[in-house]
Protein backbone atom coordinates (compact mmCIF):
# COMPACT_ATOMS: atom_id res chain seq x y z
CA UNK A 1 0.00 0.00 0.00
CA UNK A 2 1.49 3.35 -0.79
CA UNK A 3 2.41 5.53 2.36
CA UNK A 4 -0.06 8.33 1.38
CA UNK A 5 -3.02 5.98 1.31
CA UNK A 6 -1.56 4.58 4.88
CA UNK A 7 -2.13 7.93 5.64
CA UNK A 8 -5.50 8.19 4.69
CA UNK A 9 -6.53 4.68 5.91
CA UNK A 10 -5.10 5.70 9.60
CA UNK A 11 -6.89 8.95 9.68
CA UNK A 12 -10.27 7.97 8.59
CA UNK A 13 -9.80 5.24 11.40
CA UNK A 14 -8.86 7.60 13.63
CA UNK A 15 -12.42 10.01 12.47
CA UNK A 16 -13.95 7.36 13.89
CA UNK A 17 -12.13 6.72 16.89
CA UNK A 18 -10.02 9.33 17.98
CA UNK A 19 -9.29 7.65 21.63
CA UNK A 20 -9.22 3.67 21.51
CA UNK A 21 -8.99 1.23 23.89
CA UNK A 22 -9.07 -2.41 24.54
CA UNK A 23 -12.64 -3.65 25.45
CA UNK A 24 -11.29 -5.80 28.47
CA UNK A 25 -12.56 -4.39 31.28
CA UNK A 26 -9.84 -3.58 33.91
CA UNK A 27 -8.95 -0.92 36.71
CA UNK A 28 -4.99 -1.59 37.09
CA UNK A 29 -2.36 -2.78 35.28
CA UNK A 30 -2.34 -5.95 36.88
CA UNK A 31 -5.97 -6.79 36.27
CA UNK A 32 -5.37 -6.05 32.86
CA UNK A 33 -2.84 -8.54 32.21
CA UNK A 34 -4.67 -11.25 33.91
CA UNK A 35 -8.02 -10.15 31.48
CA UNK A 36 -4.83 -10.66 28.51
CA UNK A 37 -3.77 -13.79 29.46
CA UNK A 38 -7.15 -15.40 30.07
CA UNK A 39 -8.46 -14.07 26.76
CA UNK A 40 -6.36 -16.44 24.53
CA UNK A 41 -8.44 -17.91 22.13
CA UNK A 42 -11.73 -16.27 23.95
CA UNK A 43 -14.00 -13.24 22.86
CA UNK A 44 -12.82 -10.27 25.47
CA UNK A 45 -17.06 -10.53 26.26
CA UNK A 46 -16.34 -14.24 27.57
CA UNK A 47 -13.47 -12.99 29.49
CA UNK A 48 -15.19 -9.93 31.04
CA UNK A 49 -17.80 -12.19 31.94
CA UNK A 50 -15.47 -14.10 34.08
CA UNK A 51 -13.63 -11.21 35.32
CA UNK A 52 -16.31 -9.46 36.81
CA UNK A 53 -16.96 -12.40 38.78
CA UNK A 54 -13.22 -12.90 40.01
CA UNK A 55 -11.74 -9.26 40.44
CA UNK A 56 -14.40 -8.51 43.22
CA UNK A 57 -13.25 -11.43 44.98
CA UNK A 58 -9.23 -11.15 43.88
CA UNK A 59 -7.69 -8.34 41.73
CA UNK A 60 -3.95 -8.58 43.15
CA UNK A 61 -1.40 -10.85 43.49
CA UNK A 62 -1.36 -11.98 46.44
CA UNK A 63 -5.20 -12.06 46.36
CA UNK A 64 -5.39 -14.46 44.07
CA UNK A 65 -2.59 -16.30 45.41
CA UNK A 66 -4.43 -16.81 48.68
CA UNK A 67 -7.59 -18.00 46.22
CA UNK A 68 -5.59 -21.02 45.10
CA UNK A 69 -5.64 -22.55 41.55
CA UNK A 70 -8.57 -24.47 42.34
CA UNK A 71 -10.50 -20.81 43.87
CA UNK A 72 -9.34 -19.62 40.61
CA UNK A 73 -10.86 -22.23 38.56
CA UNK A 74 -14.15 -21.98 39.66
CA UNK A 75 -14.22 -18.18 39.13
CA UNK A 76 -12.62 -18.81 35.23
CA UNK A 77 -14.67 -21.92 33.93
CA UNK A 78 -16.34 -20.21 31.81
CA UNK A 79 -13.43 -19.49 29.55
CA UNK A 80 -12.19 -21.90 27.21
CA UNK A 81 -8.49 -23.90 28.77
CA UNK A 82 -9.15 -22.31 31.86
CA UNK A 83 -7.22 -25.32 33.54
CA UNK A 84 -4.07 -23.90 31.81
CA UNK A 85 -4.76 -20.89 32.29
CA UNK A 86 -5.32 -20.68 35.72
CA UNK A 87 -2.10 -22.44 36.17
CA UNK A 88 -0.48 -19.73 34.31
CA UNK A 89 -2.02 -16.84 35.86
CA UNK A 90 -1.31 -18.47 39.65
CA UNK A 91 2.47 -18.86 38.83
CA UNK A 92 2.21 -15.43 37.00
CA UNK A 93 1.10 -13.82 40.51
CA UNK A 94 3.78 -15.46 42.64
CA UNK A 95 7.01 -14.26 40.36
CA UNK A 96 5.42 -10.90 40.60
CA UNK A 97 5.37 -10.66 44.35
CA UNK A 98 8.78 -12.64 44.35
CA UNK A 99 10.66 -10.62 41.02
CA UNK A 100 8.68 -7.36 40.71
CA UNK A 101 7.12 -6.78 44.22
CA UNK A 102 3.75 -7.15 42.90
CA UNK A 103 3.72 -4.31 40.39
CA UNK A 104 3.26 -5.26 36.45
CA UNK A 105 6.92 -5.09 35.18
CA UNK A 106 7.49 -2.55 32.16
CA UNK A 107 10.54 -4.66 30.55
CA UNK A 108 9.79 -6.46 27.49
CA UNK A 109 11.77 -9.69 28.60
CA UNK A 110 10.18 -9.64 32.17
CA UNK A 111 6.55 -9.60 30.69
CA UNK A 112 7.59 -12.31 28.38
CA UNK A 113 9.19 -14.52 30.83
CA UNK A 114 5.67 -14.67 32.82
CA UNK A 115 3.91 -17.84 32.47
CA UNK A 116 1.34 -17.63 29.54
CA UNK A 117 2.71 -14.27 28.66
CA UNK A 118 4.07 -14.10 24.83
CA UNK A 119 4.94 -11.35 22.64
CA UNK A 120 1.46 -10.43 22.02
CA UNK A 121 0.35 -10.45 25.14
CA UNK A 122 3.20 -8.26 26.35
CA UNK A 123 2.93 -5.88 23.54
CA UNK A 124 -0.44 -5.06 24.69
CA UNK A 125 0.85 -4.28 27.85
CA UNK A 126 3.35 -2.30 26.67
CA UNK A 127 0.90 -0.16 24.77
CA UNK A 128 -2.15 -0.29 26.97
CA UNK A 129 -0.83 0.36 29.99
CA UNK A 130 2.53 1.71 29.39
CA UNK A 131 1.71 3.58 26.26
CA UNK A 132 4.53 2.40 24.21
CA UNK A 133 3.70 2.25 20.84
CA UNK A 134 3.95 -1.76 20.44
CA UNK A 135 1.50 -3.40 17.72
CA UNK A 136 0.15 -6.55 18.92
CA UNK A 137 -0.85 -8.63 16.19
CA UNK A 138 -3.63 -11.19 16.49
CA UNK A 139 -5.89 -12.91 14.40
CA UNK A 140 -7.68 -9.24 13.46
CA UNK A 141 -4.99 -7.06 13.04
CA UNK A 142 -3.24 -10.09 10.90
CA UNK A 143 -6.73 -10.71 8.61
CA UNK A 144 -7.41 -6.52 8.04
CA UNK A 145 -3.27 -6.00 6.97
CA UNK A 146 -3.10 -9.12 5.21
CA UNK A 147 -6.45 -7.95 3.01
CA UNK A 148 -5.96 -4.60 2.69
CA UNK A 149 -2.64 -5.01 2.08
CA UNK A 150 -1.25 -2.64 4.13
CA UNK A 151 1.50 -5.28 5.86
CA UNK A 152 1.46 -8.32 4.34
CA UNK A 153 3.19 -11.54 5.68
CA UNK A 154 2.68 -15.13 6.50
CA UNK A 155 3.39 -15.27 9.84
CA UNK A 156 2.39 -12.99 12.87
CA UNK A 157 5.89 -11.66 13.61
CA UNK A 158 5.97 -10.93 9.90
CA UNK A 159 3.15 -8.60 9.35
CA UNK A 160 4.32 -7.06 13.27
CA UNK A 161 7.22 -6.25 12.18
CA UNK A 162 6.07 -4.75 8.67
CA UNK A 163 3.40 -3.12 11.03
CA UNK A 164 6.13 -0.84 12.53
CA UNK A 165 7.67 -0.40 9.44
CA UNK A 166 5.13 1.28 7.73
CA UNK A 167 2.59 3.03 10.23
CA UNK A 168 3.31 6.57 10.55
CA UNK A 169 4.63 7.67 14.16
CA UNK A 170 1.29 10.05 14.51
CA UNK A 171 -0.46 6.86 14.44
CA UNK A 172 1.30 4.56 15.73
CA UNK A 173 -0.08 4.07 19.14
CA UNK A 174 -3.12 3.52 18.51
CA UNK A 175 -3.25 1.26 15.20
CA UNK A 176 -2.89 -1.88 17.25
CA UNK A 177 -6.86 -1.01 18.57
CA UNK A 178 -8.13 0.76 15.30
CA UNK A 179 -7.23 -2.39 13.44
CA UNK A 180 -8.11 -4.68 15.87
CA UNK A 181 -11.60 -3.08 16.14
CA UNK A 182 -12.10 -2.69 12.09
CA UNK A 183 -11.50 -6.64 12.22
CA UNK A 184 -13.67 -7.26 14.97
CA UNK A 185 -16.58 -5.09 13.42
CA UNK A 186 -16.49 -4.62 9.99
CA UNK A 187 -13.61 -6.90 8.08
CA UNK A 188 -14.70 -9.78 9.78
CA UNK A 189 -13.65 -13.30 8.86
CA UNK A 190 -16.44 -14.94 6.95
CA UNK A 191 -18.90 -12.03 6.12
CA UNK A 192 -16.48 -8.52 6.27
CA UNK A 193 -19.35 -5.73 5.55
CA UNK A 194 -17.14 -4.28 2.54
CA UNK A 195 -20.55 -1.67 1.71
CA UNK A 196 -20.02 0.14 5.58
CA UNK A 197 -16.37 0.31 5.07
CA UNK A 198 -14.61 3.40 5.66
CA UNK A 199 -11.18 1.92 3.74
CA UNK A 200 -13.01 -0.10 0.95
CA UNK A 201 -11.66 2.23 -1.72
CA UNK A 202 -8.26 2.18 -0.07
CA UNK A 203 -8.39 -1.73 0.34
CA UNK A 204 -6.69 -4.12 -2.21
CA UNK A 205 -8.73 -7.24 -1.51
CA UNK A 206 -10.46 -8.88 -4.43
CA UNK A 207 -13.17 -10.55 -2.77
CA UNK A 208 -14.76 -7.44 -1.13
CA UNK A 209 -18.46 -8.21 -0.34
CA UNK A 210 -21.37 -5.70 -2.33
CA UNK A 211 -23.42 -4.04 -1.01
CA UNK A 212 -26.91 -5.82 -0.01
Not at 18 to 42: C, D, G, K, R, W
Not at 43 to 63: E, I
Not at 140 to 151: E, K, P
Amino acid sequence: MKRENVVELFTRLRELDPHPTTELEYTTPFELLVAVILSAQATDVGVNKATRRLYPVARTPQAILDLGEEGLKRHIATIGLFNAKAKNVIATCRILIESHGGDVPRDRAALEALPGVGRKTANVILNTVFGEPTIAVDTHIFRVANRTGLAAGKTVRAVEDRLIKVVPVEFRLHAHHWLILHGRYTCKARKPDCPRCVIRDLCAWRHKTPAA
